[in-house]
């Protein structure tokens, strides 16, 4: 069974346009990823010229280390919204990449499980057993797809409440470092 220049073209519009949807996607997380970064370099700019402004008007050393002790918890849970953000980011290009990988996957599946039904019927008798083994190396391919994207949800699941966790405790870090220094 030969393919049709029809069939051809198709098939590498298919491909090209996958591609082109993949490549998308990646860039405009790339994006996303540079104007949090010009954002966080803005704002770490900002907070440095205020902050050395605020050291320069201390009168005393006391007055000099309290200004920069106020700083501390500020700056962490900025770094922690930062991570937070960057891991938003990559969760959702993940999702994004993770729902058209599959969506190709299945038009593949469906477009192979059809050239299959297809060129069985132009076979010679006795090649049952043949399209068997073909069908019966698909089904387990697409096991073993399903498999590796169930393994890769969890993961990721795992990953995304550790993070959340580490998060978590590196707040309550600062916040039970900081409290007795407020309270001075």
């Known amino acids: 069974m030969s393919l049709s220049p029809e069939q051809f073209s198709a098939a590498n519009k298919a491909v090209v346009d996958s591609?082109?949807?993949?490549?998308?996607?990646?860039?405009?997380?790339?994006e996303r990823f540079a104007a949090l970064n010009l954002n966080t370099a803005r704002s770490v700019f900002?907070?440095?010229?205020?902050?050395?402004?605020?050291l320069l008007d201390a009168k005393t050393p006391?007055?000099?280390?309290?200004?920069?002790?106020?700083?501390?918890?500020?700056?962490?849970?900025?770094?922690?919204?930062?991570?937070?953000?960057?891991?938003?980011?990559?969760?959702?290009?993940?999702?994004?990449?993770?729902?058209?990988?599959?969506?190709?996957?299945?038009?593949?599946?469906?477009?192979?499980?059809?050239?299959i039904d297809q060129s069985t019927k132009n076979l010679p008798i006795g090649s049952d057993v043949a399209v068997a083994a073909v069908k019966s190396a698909l089904n387990a391919?697409?096991?073993?797809?399903?498999?590796?994207?169930?393994?890769?949800?969890?993961?990721?699941?795992i990953a995304e409440a550790n993070i959340a966790a580490a998060t978590n405790a590196t707040v309550k870090a600062v916040n039970a470092t900081t409290e007795p220094s407020k309270k001075k």
């Open 46 to 54: 900002e907070d440095s010229v205020s902050g050395t402004k605020a």
């Open 19 to 30: 591609l082109l949807s993949l490549s998308n996607t990646a860039l405009a997380s790339a």
């Open 62 to 115: 006391q007055e000099a280390f309290s200004q920069q002790a106020a700083q501390v918890q500020p700056n962490v849970e900025k770094a922690v919204a930062y991570t937070r953000s960057v891991y938003e980011i990559a969760a959702q290009a993940k999702d994004d990449l993770s729902k058209q990988i599959e969506g190709q996957y299945a038009e593949f599946q469906k477009s192979l499980t059809s050239l």
């Open 141 to 157: 391919t697409n096991s073993a797809f399903d498999s590796l994207n169930k393994a890769a949800r969890q993961a990721s699941e």
